[in-house]
């Protein structure tokens, strides 16, 4: 045994249940599945094949979408000169403890500080003040790949928190705060799709408290899910910018009467941290469980042989490979260097949907053993229909880990009616639902007595006396966060 395949064998199972300790259990996996590694700068991580095939899916999905509604991808630099930060006040001070500086170039000073790109908004509405000049220009809907910095000083945690990571905003301008409005919840509804029928989670819609907006956003709309670890996680976000950004930066147009108006913005992310909620939601003492169509690998095959049937067993499997290739993402898993039992275990840590295990038995009956990885189910599978059941199974492997996950968010919701009562269900890792007026006033208090925030309040809330100073309010959502 070569030494390669004995130090993986030491390391390949995990040493924590999930729900023995979840959070040594997270970072375990996120290792050991090699989703992610370490890196020298602390809170920053190498995203691995594997997690960066499932941003790559996500990529391709939500491309397609925003492109079929006329959207165009662009690329803007990530220094932003001091100057343009300073422009929108509120939006600075909301990163300005975040933003990370170049101040220096080789051995001489920078005339202006440059900040490694929070967020995109300013340098891109500085090219916006250049492009738009009439109401033919617009609407204007552009969107970005990148990376972005934020030098948090929380414990870091790979792709739920660091201080770099990756994501997609979307900046668009308008000729009304109408048409403005159709593009945020637009962008809204493709992220739900996304997050629920890709991702398989479920989530929780609504507006953000005027605390815990966007800086310099008009409103900001988001997508809230609950994480097995009794925390909230906020799954993308998209803001109504009103004309907040386009005055301090002179985007103006010609309307169609000839006269000049200020334009209306956009912006919309969604970053690699739903590869993290992918983790908590699905994952199992085993592992990564991965939903099938976000899955880099759905399918992998594993042929189990010995020296005297060795060449049946392997063309019978390349035959199988062969005839499912092109329907579906599969990982024909030939080494000889690893034992069946080994590759079962790594399939199982990585999270592939199926596995199909052929050995002399199966060629000899013309069958394949098919495994289940989110309920360890084995199922015989005859070759002649394997293909619409191998569909099958996969369509069914989504919706039960979206059912799961549905369950869990559900279950973990507590309707209280006092300060006592939220106090009890913030001790039990709960989702609290209660009534809420939206003044930063009210929600301070709660901040600083129970050391939460708001999370969403639905869009469809019911009308609520606010559970701090009793005057008329909605149902809003709190809870811990990450």
Same mark, same amino acid.
């Given at each position: 045994?070569?030494?390669?395949?004995k130090?993986?064998?030491?390391?390949?199972?995990?040493?924590?249940?999930?729900?023995?300790?979840?959070?040594?259990?997270?970072?375990?996996?996120?290792?050991?599945?090699?989703?992610?590694?370490?890196?020298?700068?602390?809170?920053?991580?190498?995203?691995?094949?594997?997690?960066?095939?499932?941003?790559?899916?996500?990529?391709?999905?939500?491309?397609?979408?925003?492109?079929?509604?006329?959207?165009?991808?662009?690329?803007?630099?990530?220094?932003?000169?001091?100057?343009?930060?300073?422009?929108?006040?509120?939006?600075?001070?909301?990163?300005?403890?975040?933003?990370?500086?170049?101040?220096?170039?080789?051995?001489?000073?920078?005339?202006?500080?440059?900040?490694?790109?929070p967020?995109?908004?300013?340098?891109?509405?500085?090219?916006?003040?250049?492009?738009?000049?009439?109401?033919?220009?617009?609407?204007?809907?552009?969107?970005?790949?990148?990376?972005v910095?934020?030098?948090?000083?929380?414990?870091?945690?790979?792709?739920?928190?660091?201080?770099?990571?990756?994501?997609?905003?979307?900046?668009?301008?308008?000729?009304?705060?109408?048409?403005?409005?159709k593009?945020?919840?637009?962008?809204?509804?493709?992220?739900?799709?996304?997050?629920?029928?890709?991702?398989?989670?479920?989530?929780?819609?609504?507006?953000?408290?005027?605390?815990?907006?966007?800086?310099?956003?008009?409103?900001?709309?988001?997508?809230?899910?609950?994480?097995?670890?009794?925390?909230?996680?906020?799954?993308?976000?998209?803001?109504?910018?009103?004309?907040?950004?386009?005055?301090?930066?002179?985007?103006?147009?010609?309307?169609?009467?000839?006269?000049?108006?200020?334009?209306?913005?956009?912006?919309?992310?969604?970053?690699t941290?739903?590869?993290?909620?992918?983790?908590?939601?699905?994952?199992?003492?085993?592992?990564?469980?991965?939903?099938?169509?976000?899955?880099?690998?759905?399918?992998?095959?594993?042929?189990?042989?010995?020296?005297?049937?060795?060449?049946?067993?392997?063309?019978?499997?390349?035959?199988?490979?062969?005839?499912?290739?092109d329907?579906f993402?599969?990982?024909?898993?030939?080494?000889?260097?690893?034992?069946?039992?080994?590759?079962f275990n790594?399939?199982?840590?990585?999270?592939?949907?199926?596995?199909? !295990?052929?050995?002399? *038995?199966?060629?000899? @009956? +013309? $069958? /394949?053993? #098919?495994?289940?990885?989110?309920? %360890? &189910?084995?199922?015989?599978?005859?070759?002649?229909?394997?293909?619409?059941?191998?569909?099958?199974?996969?369509?069914?492997?989504?919706?039960?880990?979206? !059912?799961?996950?549905? *369950?869990?968010?559900? @279950? +973990? $919701? /507590?309707? #209280?009616?006092?300060?006592?009562e %939220? &106090?009890?269900?913030?001790?039990?890792?709960?989702?609290i639902?209660?009534?809420?007026?939206?003044?930063?006033?009210?929600?301070?208090?709660?901040?600083?007595?129970?050391?939460?925030?708001?999370?969403?309040?639905?869009?469809?809330?019911?009308?609520?006396?606010?559970?701090?100073?009793?005057?008329?309010?909605?149902?809003?959502?709190?809870?811990?966060?990450?």
């Amino acid at each position: 045994m070569d030494n390669n395949n004995k130090n993986s064998k030491k390391n390949l199972g995990l040493s924590v249940k999930k729900y023995d300790n979840i959070s040594e259990w997270y970072s375990e996996v996120v290792i050991k599945s090699e989703l992610a590694d370490y890196s020298k700068v602390s809170g920053c991580i190498v995203y691995r094949p594997l997690s960066y095939g499932i941003w790559e899916n996500i990529q391709e999905i939500f491309n397609f979408m925003i492109k079929s509604s006329g959207h165009k991808n662009v690329y803007f630099p990530m220094l932003i000169p001091e100057s343009l930060l300073l422009k929108e006040k509120e939006h600075i001070e909301g990163f300005s403890p975040e933003v990370a500086w170049v101040t220096e170039a080789g051995n001489s000073k920078l005339n202006e500080k440059l900040a490694i790109r929070p967020t995109s908004e300013t340098i891109i509405y500085d090219s916006y003040s250049k492009w738009i000049r009439s109401h033919r220009d617009l609407p204007l809907l552009l969107n970005q790949w990148c990376s972005v910095v934020r030098w948090e000083f929380k414990h870091p945690k790979p792709f739920l928190r660091g201080r770099e990571f990756l994501w997609q905003e979307g900046h668009t301008a308008h000729a009304s705060f109408e048409d403005a409005e159709k593009e945020v919840f637009l962008i809204l509804n493709y992220y739900k799709d996304l997050i629920q029928n890709y991702l398989a989670i479920p989530v929780i819609e609504g507006y953000k408290s005027s605390l815990e907006k966007f800086a310099g956003a008009h409103y900001t709309t988001a997508l809230e899910s609950f994480m097995p670890d009794g925390k909230a996680l906020q799954m993308a976000t998209s803001h109504h910018l009103g004309q907040n950004f386009s005055k301090p930066f002179e985007i103006k147009f010609f309307n169609k009467k000839g006269e000049e108006e200020y334009v209306y913005t956009t912006s919309w992310g969604l970053s690699t941290r739903t590869i993290g909620a992918l983790v908590l939601v699905h994952g199992d003492d085993k592992g990564l469980v991965l939903p099938p169509k976000i899955a880099p690998v759905q399918i992998v095959i594993v042929p189990i042989f010995k020296e005297d049937n060795k060449s049946k067993v392997l063309e019978f499997s390349e035959k199988i490979y062969n005839a499912l290739k092109d329907d579906f993402k599969i990982f024909f898993d030939d080494r000889e260097n690893y034992t069946p039992g080994w590759k079962f275990n790594e399939s199982e840590l990585k999270g592939y949907p199926l596995r199909l !295990e052929i050995g002399i *038995k199966e060629v000899e @009956d +013309n $069958i /394949v053993t #098919v495994f289940k990885r989110n309920t %360890f &189910e084995k199922l015989k599978v005859n070759v002649d229909v394997l293909k619409s059941k191998i569909k099958t199974l996969l369509d069914d492997i989504q919706k039960e880990l979206f !059912e799961n996950a549905k *369950k869990l968010l559900y @279950d +973990n $919701i /507590v309707k #209280v009616d006092s300060l006592d009562e %939220f &106090e009890s269900a913030l001790k039990n890792n709960k989702l609290i639902y209660a009534g809420f007026c939206g003044s930063e006033e009210c929600e301070s208090k709660i901040k600083e007595q129970f050391s939460i925030t708001s999370r969403v309040i639905p869009f469809d809330s019911e009308e609520k006396n606010c559970i701090v100073c009793s005057k008329k309010g909605k149902y809003a959502y709190f809870s811990k966060s990450h």
